[in-house]
């Protein structure tokens, strides 16, 4: 059981012991189902994802027989997270009732939470098993990811425009819709291809991971890719999720600068942030890190990008990601018509891989599916990331623990003195 779950005000030493030793036995939400008694196992290539292998692989990746995976090495030193003293309790409302972090750590599947104020650890905490070093697996999270690479390669020369085409880089898509399709518009999600995503195992998104895993009669990922053809939309003119097109960014990376996902990422993020911990990337059949959905982190990395994202792209005194490019990911007034908050969804808005939040104060979320989340709030300096193993992909199949964790995110902010007013 995580220490500090509950702060038990008792007197006398043999009370104490005895409310201990009931904490520390208290039952984890669906610990069984999860794998628990099994001693969360990893599974295989073929059943990875599933029950009652989640907690396992998900936390370890690199270790499930079948996958392929490259490392992320970090540098000689990290930037420790200290404690912050005396923390506020936290506290959140949901379905009008008071609630603690210790309430929603009992009522959610989560397997990592961490709280930071100014790069301070304001509450931190692992669930079924999990340690410190876990790598974390990220799903979409790992998109924002890949947008920050975009940033720097642009501001390296690597690409000369957001508005080239993703054909002037990746060679193999040249004349296909997703090859005519520029970078800003990938970055957007709004090719005005239609593209499916429904994690229903039919989907396109279902075919595009099949295809990445090598199973056989899918093809190549590039053959899926160069499959879609319809269109929605004209291109650049509406937001629609379609994590094929984060999977292209992910190819024009690696065409422009000629070097894996995964030493870009240790040369231009993990090591000038001081990642604490080796990271991960999934590769493709195809050698190719899967930069929609691949990406794998200790929780303490995860609120170290966090940080990185908090303090605009700095690092210190060094520009790690261009200030003026995470604007343009992640301010609602930055985005065109139909891209904000409530315009692109009912509620979030969506920037350069980033999801944007209708909040006065400049607020937005790395999300992925099954519960992976990262917010942050530059200006009061508020990063809260959630690894988790929920058991539906998407709030289109369960919308309560996402109701739940916004309004966690809400109460985190509230006890921390951020800005919640909406926007």
């Known amino acids: 059981m995580t220490v500090g779950l509950r702060r038990w005000a008792v007197s006398g030493a043999v009370a104490a012991a005895c409310l201990f030793a009931v904490s520390a036995v208290r039952a984890e939400p669906d610990e069984q189902h999860l794998g628990k008694d099994k001693g969360y196992p990893?599974?295989?290539?073929?059943?990875?994802?599933?029950?009652?292998?989640?907690?396992?692989?998900?936390?370890?990746?690199?270790?499930?027989?079948?996958?392929?995976?490259?490392?992320?090495?970090?540098?000689?030193?990290?930037?420790?997270?200290?404690?912050?003293?005396?923390?506020?309790?936290?506290?959140?409302?949901?379905?009008?009732?008071?609630?603690?972090?210790?309430?929603?750590?009992?009522?959610?599947?989560?397997?990592?939470?961490?709280?930071?104020?100014?790069?301070?650890?304001?509450?931190?905490?692992?669930?079924?098993?999990?340690?410190?070093?876990?790598?974390?697996?990220?799903?979409?999270?790992?998109?924002?990811?890949?947008?920050?690479?975009?940033?720097?390669?642009?501001?390296?020369?690597?690409?000369?425009?957001?508005?080239?085409?993703?054909?002037?880089?990746?060679?193999?898509?040249?004349?296909?819709?997703?090859?005519?399709?520029?970078i800003r518009h990938l970055l957007r999600m709004s090719s005005g291809l239609t593209y499916t995503e429904r994690y229903d195992g039919k989907d396109d998104n279902a075919r595009l991971w099949r295809a990445s895993a090598g199973v056989p009669g899918a093809g190549s990922p590039l053959e899926m890719l160069r499959s879609i053809t319809e269109r929605h939309a004209p291109p650049g003119e509406k937001f629609s999720y379609a994590s094929a097109e984060t999977d292209v960014l992910g190819r024009v990376l690696a065409a422009a600068t000629g070097r894996t996902l995964a030493d870009l990422t240790s040369d231009w993020l993990w090591q000038p942030m001081g990642a604490e911990h080796e990271a991960l990337w999934g590769v493709s059949v195809d050698g190719q890190e899967q930069a929609q959905a691949g990406f794998n982190a200790s929780l303490r990395d995860w609120g170290r990008l966090g940080m990185l994202l908090a303090n605009d792209g700095r690092v210190g005194d060094r520009q790690v990601v261009p200030r003026e490019y995470l604007l343009d990911a992640t301010d609602t007034r930055r985005q065109p018509a139909g891209f904000g908050?409530?315009?692109?969804?009912?509620?979030?808005?969506?920037?350069?891989?980033?999801?944007?939040?209708?909040?006065?104060?400049?607020?937005?979320?790395?999300?992925?599916?099954?519960?992976?989340?990262t917010y942050v709030q530059p200006a009061t300096g508020i990063v809260l990331v959630l690894t988790s193993v929920w058991e539906k992909a998407s709030g289109r199949q369960d919308l309560q623990p996402y109701e739940e964790r916004g309004a966690l995110w809400q109460g985190v902010a509230a006890s921390l003195g951020g800005d919640i007013s909406p926007d």
């Open 42 to 182: 990893l599974g295989d290539a073929r059943s990875w994802y599933f029950n009652p292998n989640r907690v396992g692989a998900w936390s370890a990746l690199d270790r499930v027989p079948g996958l392929q995976t490259r490392s992320v090495p970090r540098g000689e030193a990290f930037t420790p997270l200290l404690k912050a003293a005396n923390p506020p309790e936290i506290r959140y409302h949901y379905q009008n009732r008071a609630l603690t972090l210790a309430d929603y750590l009992e009522r959610q599947r989560a397997t990592g939470l961490l709280i930071l104020k100014n790069g301070e650890i304001v509450a931190e905490h692992y669930r079924y098993g999990r340690k410190d070093a876990a790598r974390f697996i990220s799903f979409s999270m790992a998109k924002s990811v890949t947008s920050m690479l975009v940033g720097i390669a642009q501001e390296r020369g690597h690409i000369a425009s957001l508005d080239d085409k993703a054909e002037k880089y990746v060679k193999p898509l040249a004349g296909s819709p997703y090859g005519g399709t520029s």
């Open 341 to 373: 908050p409530r315009a692109a969804t009912p509620y979030f808005g969506y920037g350069y891989q980033f999801w944007l939040l209708p909040m006065r104060t400049r607020t937005f979320v790395l999300q992925g599916i099954h519960g992976q989340a």
